[in-house]
């Protein structure tokens, strides 16, 4: 090929959106480590290692407990394929756009979906479950803690006592909240719970953990119908990731030495020191926001600490700002999903992202973009606010 492309020489950035989040140097220096065979004993021992990593980071004993390769997203499939048989009854809660894709993963799978709808930003109450429950009588419940699209929180401990005595299983999106919020796997009794790297595990996209607690197991090997993903078949990626060591499909050697040291930074901090990491930072950029006159679209109560979604001021132009925020200070945030498109923003501080310094920087551009664009604020009222609020903790 002639001329052939230029070197990669990708650009710095800082990144605050909806994830991916900024990657430690070390996690970046294990994906450049010498691969080896997927069934290397050295391999085989990181696999261990990451196991019991993982449940640790999500507070459970459940024995299966390894990374499917593959995004969140392929995650919410393995969750959904292995617990649901054609013509089961799913209840989706939808609330957002990662409840939605939810709703469409289930009935491909086959599964009678019911969704359950609130408004983008609002949560669901236990009534609202209680209620549907009893009407749709579901094999599986469905619902994200943390909805990425719309910076909402939902609260799950009451949640899954109704569905466990409905007789239902709790399948929980957790890729936002794992690594920045309280995931109570065995605590809160979540039977399937999936996340993603690249949100508050701060390791590049590219391999989804899982989790299935034993009676999410037992439903699994009641089937009476092949799991419907050749691919995301938890009866034969646990020969691989258990004893047996059955080859199944090539692991991501190396996104898997990123996840481990992922995995052992999270672990390093620990899980109650980063959740206070989150909620501080969120606090003094909330703060900071709020000096600068511009509102949250979540109540204070269900707002996600790494995931600010915020309303951008009247009249001014969405992507002009966020096009200067990235081109003048290398700065990415988000944008709104769904019928937020053009209405919001949204913030991340998620993992390696979530930090003081992030937090005034972006303050001070972000005043520097909205004086710019004619929007009329306190020049330098953000990051005032934002360093009272630091003062205060
Ligand atoms: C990012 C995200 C997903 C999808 O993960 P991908 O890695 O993009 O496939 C699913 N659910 C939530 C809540 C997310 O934030």
């Not at 930003?121 to 619902?143: L, M, N, T, Y």
């Not at 005595?165 to 919020?181: K, N, R």
């Not at 809160?188 to 034993?214: H, M, N, R």
């Amino acid at each position: 090929m002639n001329p052939l492309p230029a070197a990669l020489a990708p650009p710095r950035r800082v990144l605050m959106g909806p994830g991916p989040s900024d990657v430690s140097p070390r996690v970046l220096a294990a994906l450049a480590a010498p691969t080896v065979g997927h069934l290397d004993p050295y391999f085989l021992k990181i696999m261990d290692e990451m196991q019991k990593m993982l449940r640790s980071v999500f507070c459970t004993t459940n024995e299966l407990t390894l990374a499917v390769s593959g995004t969140g997203s392929a995650g919410m499939e393995a969750c959904v394929v292995n617990l649901i048989e054609p013509g089961d009854r799913m209840l989706v809660c939808r609330n957002g756009v990662f409840g939605q894709r939810m709703t469409d993963v289930a009935g491909r799978a086959g599964a009678e979906v019911t969704p359950l709808e609130r408004d983008f930003g609002k949560v669901f109450s236990p009534e609202d479950i209680a209620e549907a429950v009893q009407r749709v009588r579901p094999k599986v419940v469905g619902i994200v803690h943390a909805e990425t699209s719309t910076g909402a929180r939902q609260p799950l401990e009451e949640i899954s006592r109704i569905v466990h005595e409905a007789g239902a299983l709790l399948l929980v999106d957790c890729v936002t909240s794992l690594g920045g919020l309280p995931v109570e796997s065995d605590g809160w009794e979540i039977d399937a719970a999936y996340s993603g790297t690249q949100k508050c595990l701060s390791c590049p996209p590219g391999l989804s953990p899982v989790t299935f607690s034993p009676r999410a197991v037992e439903a699994i090997e009641a089937r009476k119908t092949k799991v419907a993903s050749w691919y995301l078949d938890m009866t034969m990626v646990r020969s691989y990731w258990g004893e047996e060591r059955a080859y199944h499909h090539t692991a991501p050697i190396n996104m898997n030495y990123a996840l481990h040291e992922a995995l052992r930074i999270v672990l390093e901090e620990g899980l109650e020191a980063r959740f206070e990491r989150h909620r501080r930072n969120h606090l003094a950029l909330a703060a900071g926001l709020e000096a600068l006159g511009i509102e949250f679209a979540v109540a204070k109560e269900h707002r996600l600490p790494m995931l600010n979604a915020v309303r951008i001021p009247t009249g001014v132009d969405d992507v002009a700002v966020r096009k200067q925020l990235l081109g003048t200070f290398g700065i990415e945030i988000g944008g709104g999903l769904g019928p937020m498109k053009g209405k919001t923003w949204r913030i991340g501080l998620m993992g390696e992202t979530s930090t003081g310094r992030n937090v005034l920087m972006f303050l001070a551009a972000l005043e520097r973009c909205l004086a710019d664009k004619g929007a009329k604020i306190d020049p330098g009222a953000g990051v005032a606010a934002a360093n009272a609020a630091y003062a205060d903790m």
